[in-house]
């Protein structure tokens, strides 16, 4: 809309010497760049969170001025990188979402038949690629999201990868079934383009389903304000004082605070070295999809009379807890969306986590521990010998109890916890025997209904 001369180009140069900047990093770092247009011309659907789309402007479908341009752009970014060998791909277009033939009663384009425009364009910018570079990939998107292809196929270049986005369902083999048949059918390479906001236990499946098909795969994000990533922004207080005047929570801050904090945000809080690493996250996916080997979260080892450890930094693996809730499933259950870990914070599991504040202080605990659930410890002891196990808990409930497994086997079941609603209480559970080396432990709510904030280890 900012065109200054209807019909012409009128090129930013900041926005290609960034890209330029990026393409050094990722080349510096044996690392491919996929260039992909999340917000074309107008925007490319109804979802209006994904392109930024001003609904009270034409969008990118009902302009054919909105057209020319993205072809124009892709002409001009390929003519650009025409050479580069560090450009894996072009992602012409993202997550079109459109209800071409039923707008009203179809507004994303899920059901879409026919998906003529979309192909069109697709075709279009292809050939405006084509003109100047023969060499790199082209990837395409379906509708709905990316994944309707109905009317789209067959291929019209030969170097074309067909791209599939995954969210929040399961990961079970049909769940793929339709992009699988349609890299079959038309011989053509699947790429799983976008996935994530999910668990930990939902990445590792995803992944492993993806690898076991023979398909890559990109997740979205590598960071943002949330726990749920592998790189989580600390937002400064400014922003979150924006952030709550917005939603009609708090005052409204004055234009220089606003921009004082947005850009602290941008320079400051978003750099690698202010962000909070999740390892947690990283192994879910890159070690967890090939491996079912607990390991730890961190290391716990006895080495004084007393040891505490926190009931947060339990175990990380597929078979380091049970949770009743451990991931969003609901496209596929066609229910609400679910929280995986309630609290939001710390690690992004199934488990609940808390925190509690004083000062600058943080301590995190387990939260909303039900019956059935449990966690696992890798203990590590230098001499064998024998400890009494006791648990710091908080519970408003009489009949709380905890069951301790060694090694695999029942130390001590179902030992009661005895109420203490309003405040953190040590408790013992059982004396335990621990061997030379590395120990195994599991803590299991029998009767849940209480809070978990640390394992205490007393030599005896």
Not at 58 to 67: D, G, H, I, R
Not at 245 to 258: M, N, W
Request: include cysteine.
């Amino acid at each position: 809309e900012q065109e200054p001369v209807k019909g012409k180009d009128t090129w930013l140069e900041k926005g290609f010497a960034m890209t330029d900047s990026l393409l050094k990093w990722c080349e510096a770092n044996k690392m491919y760049l996929i260039l992909d247009l999340h917000a074309a011309p107008g925007g490319q659907g109804n979802d209006f969170n994904i392109s930024d789309r001003n609904p009270q402007l034409a969008s990118l479908w009902e302009s054919e001025e909105n057209q020319r341009k993205m072809i124009s752009l892709w002409r001009k970014l390929a003519d650009r990188y025409k050479d580069e060998p560090w450009i894996g791909a072009y992602d012409i277009i993202n997550e079109p979402n459109y209800g071409f033939a039923d707008p009203e009663n179809d507004k994303n384009g899920i059901k879409e038949k026919g998906n003529a425009p979309l192909r069109k364009l697709m075709v279009d910018v292809t050939a405006a690629i084509r003109e100047t570079d023969k060499n790199h990939i082209v990837i395409i998107e379906g509708n709905g999201w990316g994944n309707n292809y109905s009317g789209i196929l067959p291929a019209w270049d030969t170097n074309m990868v067909l791209s599939f986005h995954k969210y929040w369902n399961n990961n079970t083999q049909g769940d793929i079934s339709a992009a699988l048949q349609l890299r079959e059918k038309y011989n053509m390479p699947l790429w799983l383009g976008e996935s994530g906001e999910n668990s930990n236990v939902w990445f590792a499946d995803a992944i492993h389903l993806a690898e076991s098909n023979g398909i890559g795969w990109a997740f979205w994000p590598l960071k943002k304000i949330g726990f749920n990533n592998p790189l989580q922004v600390v937002a400064n207080p400014g922003y979150s004082k924006v952030v709550e005047y917005l939603h009609g929570r708090g005052e409204r801050p004055s234009a220089a605070d606003a921009k004082k904090a947005l850009m602290k945000l941008a320079q400051h809080d978003i750099q690698f070295e202010n962000n909070i690493v999740h390892s947690d996250v990283v192994d879910a996916m890159l070690r967890q999809p090939t491996s079912e080997v607990a390991v730890p979260f961190k290391n716990h080892r006895l080495k004084s009379a007393t040891t505490t450890i926190a009931a947060v930094d339990y175990d990380m693996g597929r078979h380091t807890y049970f949770d009743v809730n451990s991931a969003n499933y609901h496209v596929s259950t066609g229910g609400e969306r679910t929280l995986w870990n309630d609290g939001l914070t710390y690690r992004n599991d199934g488990v609940d986590i808390g925190v509690e504040k004083s000062g600058k202080t943080q301590t995190f605990y387990v939260d909303k521990v039900e019956g059935g659930e449990w966690l696992q410890y890798t203990v590590v002891v230098e001499k064998p010998g024998d400890y009494q196990l006791q648990a710091k808990v908080k519970t408003e409930k009489n009949n709380a109890a905890i069951t301790v497994i060694v090694n695999n086997d029942i130390v001590k079941e179902a030992t009661a916890i005895s109420s203490s609603p309003s405040k953190w209480s040590i408790q013992n559970l059982t004396p335990v025997t621990l061997t030379k080396g590395t120990n195994i432990l599991r803590v299991k709510a029998v009767e849940g209904g209480y809070q978990l904030s640390a394992l205490i280890f007393r030599k005896l």
